[in-house]
Each structure stands twice: as C-alpha cells, then as structure tokens.
C-alpha cells in the first residue's frame, strides 16, 4: 500500500496539547542527536509547571520580604507611648433625655502594689487565667492574633487573642477597641517592651492596671472591693476568684448578678484547675477549696436614690450590647444622654414611696423587712424606658429590682400563652380554634392531655375547681389548669419562641418549653417583662428597649444600634391579648388599675409561695411593670410576703396595681385619653365595655383585690423536657406574619359573658 493511501486510512493524530506550528513557516531543524523522523520535544509542556513554581515561588519572596520590611517599618515607627487616658481615667456623665444632669459615676479606685506584695498563688491564679506560659512564651502570639483579627474583620466576633504583656500595653498604653490598627500597634509596643521589661516588671504593671468590676482598677483595689482587706491577706480561693472577675467583671460579679453564680463558679473551677494542671496547687488543696462569696458592693455615694441604679442599667445596656468595651467605659470620659424622662422618673418614686415605702413598719409587721420593689416604664411606639425604680436606695441596697433576673414572674406570662394560641392557629385538643370565649375545663389538679412527658396536674388558687370555664373568664381568674392545657395545645416550643419575639431573653433563666411554662417559672426581670407587654401595647411590633438616646466621647459622638420596630407576632394576635387583658382590669383581679382613669389592660401575677407579686399593663401610650419581691436582707433568701403591709398576702392586684395606676395617671396627666384600636380575631368580638367609673385617684387602700390571683408559680414536680408539639409555624416569629392563623378558621359565635 502506498504512503499515500496509509495516511489517508489512519487514525487523525492526537491533540497535541500545544498550539500547532504555523504551516507557512519552515519546520525547524531536528534536535542535536534526535532520531530522523522522531517527533518533537513538548517542551512547552515541560516548561509550564517550571514556570508555574517559578512564579510561586518569586511571589513568596516577594511577599516575605514585604512582610520583612513592614515589620522592620513599624518596629522603628511604633514606640513606646505615654500613659493613654484610662491609666488615668475620668467619670462619666449621665443625662435625662432633657439634657439636666441625672449622675456622675464615682472616681476610679485605684492603687498600686510591688510585685512583692502580691502572694504567689494570687499571681498564679492570674496566669492560670489568663496566660500560662506567660513565664516562657514570647511577648506576642501571632497565630492568636490574626486568627483573632479574622474574626474581627469577617465579623465573627471580637476575640483578644493576646498574652498578658498584650493586656499590659492595652490597659496602659492604648485602648480597648478593637480595631486592626490598634491590635498592630499592640504587636510592636509589647516587643518593644519584653526588651526594655522584665517578665516580673510587665505582670506587676498588668496586675496594677487590670479592671476588676466594681470601679476598681488593679488587683489591690479589687482586694477591697471584693473582700475587705489587702491583697496581700487573700485566700487562693479568694485569689482564684478575682483572677475569674478578668473575663467579665460585671457579669461575674454574683451580688449584682446572682443568676450567673453557675458560669461564675465554671470559671472559678477552671482557674484552680489550671493551677493544678501547672503544678501550682496540689489536687488536695483543690479540693478543699470552697467558692469565697464576696461582700456586698459599696457603691459610691453619688449614686445614691435611684441614680446608682440608672448608671447600672445604662453600662449593662451599652457593655451587654458590644457598644462600648466594658473597660473603656470604666475608663471614663463619656457623655451619656439617657432616654429616661425626668418628670415621669420621679412619679414613679413617689408612686412606689406613696403605696409601699411609705407604708413599711418592721416593728409592726415583721415581713416589712423582707419587701422590696422594681418597676420600670416603656414607651411602646418606641422602646425607650422612660422611668426606671431598682430599689430604696442604690448605696443601701446595690442589687437592683428593676433588672435582676431571680424571681418568678408567675401569672403575668399567661397572655403569652394566649398570644401564641393566636398566632399559630391552635386547636384544643377536640380540634376547636382557641378563643377567648373557647372552654376548657378548669378543675383543679386536672392532668393535662396529649403531653408525652411526665404527669402534670397544676393547682388552681386555693384548689378552687371552676368545672368548664371560658379562656377569657380563665384568664381573669388566672386559672392554672386552664392554661397548662393550652400551653400543650398550642406547643411548649412554641409559647417560649412566642416569649422571646415580644421581647423576653432567650437566655431568661427556667424559660423551659414544658406545660409549667405557662404558669410563670420563668425568671425574667421587670424591665424584660416591660419590653413584652410593650410589644402587645404596640399591636405586635417591637422595637428593642433603649436606655441611651445619644453617646459621645471627648466630643465626638459615637453610634448607636438602630431600634427600628419590626413586626414580632401578628396584629391580631397581639390586639386579641390586649381585648383579653382588657377584662382583667375591668372584671378580673386587677381592678385597682382603673384608678388611672385611662382605658387599660394588664395581668397580675404571683410567684411560689408568694415571694413576689406582679402587675404588668399598658395603655396604648405607655407600657409599666412593677413587682414586689421579698428578700432577706441579711442572707439573700428569698422570703414569702404573707403579712407585709398589713395585708394577709400581698397579690399583683393589690399593692403592685395600686403603684402602677398611681403612675400611669401622673405619668400621663397631659396627654389626651386614648382607647385602644384593636383588630380582633374572628370570633373574638367582646362585649361593650362599660365607662371607666370615677373612683379616687390611687384606687382606695386596698385597691379592689379581690384575692383570686393564683399562686401562680406553684408547678408540682417538674416534667422531662420533651417538646410535645403539635406542630406549627417556624418562621413567623421572625417575619411577624400569621401564618395559617384562625381566619381561615373562625371560631363559633361570641356567647354572652356573665
């Protein structure tokens, strides 16, 4: 066969992987040696991967020696500066949203110590803490650190990362922000000082310039803030416990915030563990260490009545949020516009003073000593607290009522249980739309149904039983068994999930989602519960409380979080609340509201075995919450109120009632009366609502409690925490619309009420 035909017969040649040659131009000669007719070299392929790690590789240099030169750059650029501000730090003014004066927090507390005065075990405390190798690493950590700035940069959220020679020139030197460019400064002082410093000289400066809480600066002043005495007489245990304080010093502090005393004692633990883990304590001495409680705060005394509470609530409000780094706000210099009212602040005091302080006497009535008050006011249309009242006296008593988070809010919840019922459309367990005029039975010790946990059978008030009962009558006699049967109906779940869209913490302490949810185990504060019920005034949207309307520091003003209202829960299901909560004021246990003079709904609420008393209501102006709490002044315990003031039980519908009606008609003496404008549910059409009678201005001495609110926290043995739910909507509580809801659904026709 010839050439000619075995060419044309053949397989067409593989692609080559190169651009072909240009077939105008002559073929280049054969390599030196290379076989005739042997085929080319591909030495373009070779070359490619060459080229390829060529390129990385020059780029690589490149780059380490631009990273060589930045470094060098700033080493000779960055020097070691004077003593910033905070070493040396001002008071902060806080203002009414007027503009006049409300405070000025205390001078800082600080003095330092040698070294020599501060016990080994002290110092070892502190670096098991914070820095273990303190004593063999190097001034800087870099991985730490740019794992730390990354998380800052992609917002992951702020992290240190840094060795306590770091916190030393972060304290003394520069500031708290966390910003890249004072974390790179930070980089360059603290090699710079492990030249110049001894390891023994940079921990003396870190222990004198570390902020402990409690206006306190340095290890010494911490000794007596904390414990009484000086440093060089704490305790390990007590050591271990300041060095504890370094992670969160307000938040550890377990007098002002007792309901962290479990994350408070995890960190005491970790800090000795690690001293045992370095060879610092021995495993027997661990263990016969007991958690050291420190005194009670002594709050300066320009702080005194109700501003110390003030300045507390606003620097948990700005540090809880991340506005303003705890330690830099120590620092001073800031000017703080708060959005508290001046007028309606001192109406609440003298509401509170007028219905409960006033009325106190321990030589009479031994409970007295036990009673403590909380209230605080919101605006619904715009969330901003208004008037807050945290105790008798911040320098007496530094715990305040207003925010603490440790007694039950008890009855008060159940209009969240309802809330929820609306929203997701709930049936009964007969497949009937809830109402207010749906019945349940209302017998008392009644075990709920269609519960997969443990048996649940709540006490109603006195073991009353109420046969088959309305849920709006039940809701104006706060009737247990009624609501720890819809808590199932509706889910657990998703009454909690309810709770926290109006404006309770995800975090509140016993917000479990079992049936004795609804009954008010939970333990949120006063001014959560203000934020909730201001979410119902608001026709379902919230706008997050604020206490600060303007920030600034050294004249410039600084940003503040928007509070733009959202949509939490539908308008129907908050305004079939309210019309719910409107017939506990006119009919049910809080009567004594109507002394304000103004259309009103509200809830009264009673914690187990009656160690606090509730009422919480709003108008369509202004949402207010106050409580009574009964408290030890000694030991702490939380005490029953039977007795105080005079009264055999002390009920949300009495005193609590009789402050807020005080208030809200003070407080709202210059605005024109508003009714609420409600859209109800189907099925949901109440009643005419009779005129609001012209009875005396603080509601008469006992304030038309009719005894009936439940003892509401009283929840038997605890249930598993299985959900139980029926199924529902999941995402509602973020969009704020109804999702199936009752309007495809509508309930029977409204029956006359008796």
């Known amino acids: 066969m010839s050439p000619s035909v075995r060419s044309s017969s053949a397989a067409p040649p593989p692609d080559p992987g190169w651009e072909p040659r240009d077939p105008t131009l002559p073929a280049p000669p054969p390599a030196a040696g290379a076989r005739p007719g042997a085929r080319p070299r591909a030495r373009t392929r070779a070359s490619l991967p060459r080229r390829l790690l060529r390129a990385a590789v020059g780029t690589l240099l490149l780059g380490g020696a631009l990273l060589a030169g930045a470094f060098v750059t700033g080493y000779l650029l960055v020097s070691i500066p004077a003593a910033n501000a905070a070493a040396l730090a001002q008071s902060n003014l806080y203002l009414y949203r007027d503009g006049t004066v409300l405070a000025r927090d205390g001078e800082v507390n600080r003095q330092n110590v040698r070294l020599d005065r501060i016990p080994l075990h002290v110092r070892q405390a502190v670096l098991a803490a914070e820095d273990r190798d303190f004593h063999t690493s190097r001034a800087v950590d870099p991985k730490a650190m740019v794992r730390a700035g990354w998380n800052t940069v992609t917002g992951k959220g702020r992290q240190s990362g840094s060795t306590i020679t770091q916190q030393y020139v972060k304290n003394y030197y520069l500031g708290q922000e966390q910003t890249l460019t004072r974390k790179a400064k930070e980089f360059f002082i603290a090699i710079k000082l492990e030249r110049e410093k001894t390891k023994d000289e940079i921990l003396q400066g870190y222990l004198n310039t570390s902020y402990f809480g409690r206006n306190a600066y340095g290890v010494q002043a911490a000794a007596h803030a904390y414990y009484g005495k000086d440093v060089e007489r704490l305790t390990p245990a007590e050591g271990a416990y300041l060095a504890a304080l370094l992670k969160a010093p307000s938040a550890y502090d377990v007098t002002t915030h007792p309901e962290h005393r479990p994350a408070v004692l995890a960190r005491w633990a970790y800090v000795l563990d690690g001293m045992v883990g370095e060879g610092w304590l021995t495993p027997g001495e661990r263990a016969a260490l007991h958690f050291p409680d420190p005194q009670t705060a002594r ?15 606003v620097e948990e409000y700005l540090t809880g949020r991340g506005i303003v780094d705890e330690k830099t706000l120590a620092g001073g210099g800031f000017r703080i516009v708060t959005t508290l009212d001046p007028d309606r602040q001192a109406a609440l005091v003298r509401a509170v003073e007028d219905r409960v302080t006033h009325r106190l006497d321990p030589a009479t009535h031994p409970t007295d000593r036990y009673v403590r008050a909380g209230a605080a006011a919101v605006e619904p249309a715009t969330g901003s607290v208004v008037a807050l009242y945290g105790g008798v006296d911040y320098t007496e008593q530094y715990v305040s009522n207003a925010t603490r988070r440790d007694y039950q809010v008890g009855s008060t919840f159940k209009p969240f249980v309802f809330t929820a019922a609306v929203q997701s459309g709930a049936r009964t367990q007969h497949g009937e739309p809830i109402t207010p005029y749906t019945l349940y039975d209302g017998t008392d010790r009644r075990p709920v149904e269609g519960w997969p946990g443990a048996p649940y059978d709540p006490a109603n008030e006195d073991g009353e039983s109420y046969g088959e009962i309305a849920v709006g009558t039940a809701t104006d006699l706060s009737v247990n068994a009624v609501y720890a049967q819809m808590a199932v109906d509706v889910g657990p779940s998703h009454v909690r999930r309810t709770a926290v869209a109006l404006g309770l913490p995800p975090t509140t302490p016993d917000l479990t989602a079992s049936p004795s949810i609804a009954l008010g185990p939970a333990t949120a504060s006063v001014l959560d519960m203000a934020q909730a019920y201001a979410t119902l005034a608001a026709h379902g949207r919230r706008g997050d409380h604020t206490l600060v309307a303007a920030l ?42 109507l002394a304000a003079g103004r259309p009103a709904a509200g809830k009264t609420g009673t914690a187990e075995d009656d160690k606090a008393a509730w009422f919480a209501g709003y108008t369509p102006e202004l949402a207010t919450v106050v409580a009574l709490m009964g408290q030890d002044p000694e030991t702490g315990a939380q005490k029953p109120l039977y007795g105080a003031l005079g009264l055999p039980r002390v009920n949300g519908g009495g005193p609590p009632a009789e402050i807020w009606a005080r208030f809200t008609r003070e407080a709202l003496a210059d605005a024109p009366v508003r009714d609420f404008d409600l859209h109800l549910m189907p099925g949901a059409e109440l009643p005419e609502v009779p005129p609001l009678p012209d009875g005396p201005e603080d509601g008469g001495e006992d304030g038309g409690e009719d005894g009936r609110d439940g003892r509401d926290g009283r929840d038997g043995p605890r249930e598993d925490d299985r959900e139980g739910d029926r199924g529902g909507p999941e995402d509602w509580y973020e969009t704020g619309e109804a999702g199936p809801g009752p309007a495809k659904r509508p309930g029977p026709a409204a029956p006359k009420r008796t």
């Open 299 to 313: 709050p300066a005394t320009g702080l005194s009545g109700q501003r110390g509470y003030v300045v507390q609530a």
């Open 552 to 593: 600034s520091r050294d004249g410039e003003p600084l940003p503040l979080p928007s509070s733009e209202p959202r949509q939490a829960v539908g308008r129907e299901a908050a305004d079939t609340t309210t019309a719910v909560l409107r017939s506990v004021v006119e009919t049910g246990t809080g009567t004594a509201a």
